[in-house]
């Protein structure tokens, strides 16, 4: 699970250069790209329009450009580019050159540069652009729209695992399955796990760690998703693996966990949570966790609070957001719990992006096949996205580690997160 | 430099028990005990007041107690028991019996229980009992009080190097010399610091730091501090080490730093800066920090804000304040510095008073013989408390490492956080 900044669909159009105004209507368009660029702060972008003109800012050799298929297309743009490039973009009226990415990375730079579209600290933005809020109902609705759409589907550009969150590289060069281990292992070092100990995961995905935990670490998991297809995969593999008694998935709600336990942790569930159901996630551990218990919760993160895009709220993750850490003081505040650790593995999550962005090209027939082309491409923008955002900082991954305030048990030093030669 | 939790100066009188109720005098003394002991939730303490009678609870033993001189310190201690057991306890009207630590603890910890002294978030903690703010003169008169009451006295109790804020104890049987070197290295690392680098210090202390910096990893230094005698003694360190073209000691406010650096480090300053100064600190910081710079904040915090006890206030640290994670945003988010890096190292600074309080109690004959016994007491009443409070998880220490949300250089692990053999 995860989230992903929006701004993902904003695009920018260069001006002046070698355009042919004396056409009336070419003038429009025209002006139309210039007002743009200006709006979006002028990044250096090359635009062709439908007729094949082109548009490059005087004196400069683009890197990236877009084509512009019609008209309409441009009138959108303009309406609501946060909306419709993501919407052109993915039925083929808009093509990208110069790579995705970088033509995102060019315009997220500039766009924080001008007065429209500068992202300053909102204290509201989570509830920016939501189609659905995070209620017990609305959450069944928001994780069914991204996390049921087949597990086929993420088989073709996950890790066999089937890990859909933040992996963590100890060497760029690791594969991506290795990684992904490295960061369960992390995250059970975290934990401080010892044999029969018992753990409760929050959003625990296709359950993976949860069976990680179980094979590696001999604890006791109880794994909670409200995605029914997840769990039901999840459950497949812990009967193949035999650590079915080990492990238990139950398919319900973060807030209807029960029990008590050594263990807390939820890695990629707190984007979809939302900020003002923090404090209900907090009660949830704070009758979760035993007094010597340690939790971890791993999210997508901000720096400052900015909303997410329409597009990307409408279209991929309804109802996610990922919160700063003075939102997540929310979790921990009420019940005094003490952060012990915080790490930031934002470039960790710009790479995991471009393992599955790659696996995702490689497949993209069969995923065409199983949806539409234009399916494709609005995965590929997400995908491009993300990579965008983590790789110029407006996204962070947070891993947090915390107890309560009287336990004295905690590790002393960051030691016991080494990973053992031959371990992980 | 720091600032401890102040709590330290409430006391509780355990009630009923073999108390002689038959005088009228001695009955109204037994209803004020009572009276307390409701009010901070009832500690198992045994009390002994000036004429020997003892009041203990019923069927228990207590393993601490106190011994009141006589009725009126009975009398303000209901009255205004924050300010007032810390006087009387220094005055030697109130004695303390199973240890001051241990006293304190069990009172903190039925205190947190009762409807008067529980520790509830307070958005203006950091201004409640204050009796001077932290404006550039305030500040003056504030960080005199407690710094420049002599260097020879500090002398007695400090390590060698003369550091004043929470030490690191790789392992807890090294001597305080070696984890405060310990300290340093780790603040080195999280720094990232590579020789010829420029590196800006606000509020150093002794000079320490600076110095080890410019020694082991080959840095120019500029170390601001408004405290006369430290940057005195720093001024003399430096110079017998050689390292004074490296080190630039500045007797000057940390508002007033000019230049641009590699990297910003503050070790104990934040708590005499103020929540309500952390915009200007920020600010301070973002025109002082190159784009590829690495800053880091080692300050004591707070799980939830509340407010430092008066006595604690007036008598030992005017104007000090440990924020909490939340409050400390306000230092990061105007700029979109990135969180990279929390480290809590609370029960380390418990142990490094502990070192403190031994030295110290040591030396306390030659440091009543440059303030007087009731000085010693006082400060030995400071330690205590700190020692408690951070042991039983009242107070926090926070390492925060940050970087401008674009810089792409810092490190992927924290492998380079790993003391190389034979370093510190």
Not at 76 to 95: K, Q, V
Not at 210 to 220: D, E, L, S, T
Not at 401 to 420: E, G
Request: neutral net charge; contains cysteine.
């Amino acid at each position: 699970m995860k989230v992903f900044k929006a701004n993902t669909n904003v695009l920018p159009l260069p001006c002046n250069g070698k355009a042919n105004t004396s056409s009336g209507v070419y003038g429009v368009d025209v002006w139309l790209v210039n007002k743009f660029l200006q709006a979006i702060g002028e990044p250096a972008l090359r635009v062709v329009l439908w007729d094949g003109k082109e548009i490059v800012p005087p004196g400069s050799k683009p890197a990236v450009g877009m084509v512009i298929r019609n008209r309409a297309t441009l009138w959108r743009l303009l309406a609501n580019p946060l909306l419709h490039f993501g919407d052109d973009y993915s039925t083929g009226r808009i093509e990208i050159e110069g790579g995705l990415v970088a033509f995102m990375e060019t315009v997220y730079r500039t766009m924080d540069n001008t007065s429209k579209f500068r992202r300053v600290p909102d204290p509201l933005a989570y509830r920016r652009n939501q189609p659905r809020l995070n209620s017990l109902l609305g959450s069944q609705h928001n994780i069914h729209h991204h996390y049921d759409i087949g597990n086929a589907f993420y088989q073709l550009w996950l890790d066999a695992e089937m890990l859909y969150t933040c992996a963590y590289f100890p060497d760029p060069a690791v594969s991506l399955e290795e990684a992904q281990t490295a960061k369960m292992d992390l995250v059970c070092r975290k934990l401080c796990l010892q044999a029969g100990q018992t753990v409760v995961e929050a959003g625990c995905g296709w359950g993976s760690l949860a069976r990680y935990m179980a094979r590696r670490y001999g604890v006791n998991v109880r794994a909670y998703n409200i995605s029914r297809e997840q769990i039901a995969f999840a459950r497949q593999r812990a009967k193949a693996e035999g650590v079915e008694r080990q492990v238990e998935y139950i398919e319900d709600d973060y807030r209807n966990i029960t029990g008590t336990y050594d263990a807390f942790v939820s890695v990629g569930m707190l984007e979809h949570v939302g900020p003002d159901h923090y404090r209900e996630l907090g009660t949830v551990i704070d009758r979760s966790l035993r007094d010597e218990g340690i939790g971890l919760i791993h999210t997508i993160g901000q720096n400052i609070a900015t909303p997410m895009s329409p597009w990307f709220l409408k279209r991929i993750f309804p109802g996610s957001y990922p919160p700063t850490l003075r939102e997540m003081m929310d979790l921990f505040e009420p019940w005094e719990f003490t952060v012990l650790d915080v790490e930031n593995l934002r470039l960790h999550y710009a790479k995991t992006c471009e393992h599955w962005l790659e696996r995702f090209e490689r497949n993209r027939g069969q995923v065409q096949e199983m949806f539409d082309e234009s399916f494709v491409r609005a995965w590929r923008l997400y995908l491009s996205g993300c990579i965008a955002n983590f790789t110029i900082g407006t996204l962070q991954l947070f891993q947090v580690v915390f107890s309560r305030p009287t336990n004295n048990n905690v590790p002393q030093t960051r030691s016991h997160l080494i990973a053992p030669a031959g371990k992980s």
